[in-house]
């Protein structure tokens, strides 16, 4: 039952800022920038495990995954200079949000 409400949840703010974004694009894009999700989840997870600890854990590793995801972002700022059509583009990406998975994880267990 909880699941399901947190999937309902989750899917109106989804579904909200995608109705938003073909009347009002620029706040719908400022609103999916915010931490949102994190908010959100965060609560949720402490919510459900009551655990303080597991809860400020989880809440370091989205601070140190935020900036180690802008790397998808990384190959369509130089999207022109590639010159690369999208696909390749998103593609390389992907493989920069996986090995940020991997500096993540060594981040992590310094902490």
């Known amino acids: 039952m909880l699941f399901t409400l947190k999937v309902i949840f989750a899917a109106l703010i989804i579904a909200f800022a995608s109705w938003l974004?073909?009347?009002k694009p620029e706040l719908a894009g400022f609103i999916v920038a915010l931490p949102?999700?994190?908010?959100?989840?965060?609560?949720?997870?402490?919510?459900?495990h009551k655990n303080t600890e597991t809860s400020v854990l989880f809440a370091k590793s989205i601070a140190m995954g935020v900036p180690i995801s802008y790397l998808f972002f990384l190959p369509f700022f130089l999207f022109k200079q590639l010159g690369f059509n999208f696909w390749i583009v998103y593609f390389i990406g992907i493989l920069l949000i996986i090995a940020g998975f991997f500096i993540h994880k060594f981040i992590m267990n310094i902490l």
């Open 36 to 48: 949102l999700a994190s908010i959100v989840v965060l609560a949720l997870s402490y919510i459900e």
């Open 21 to 23: 974004s073909g009347k």
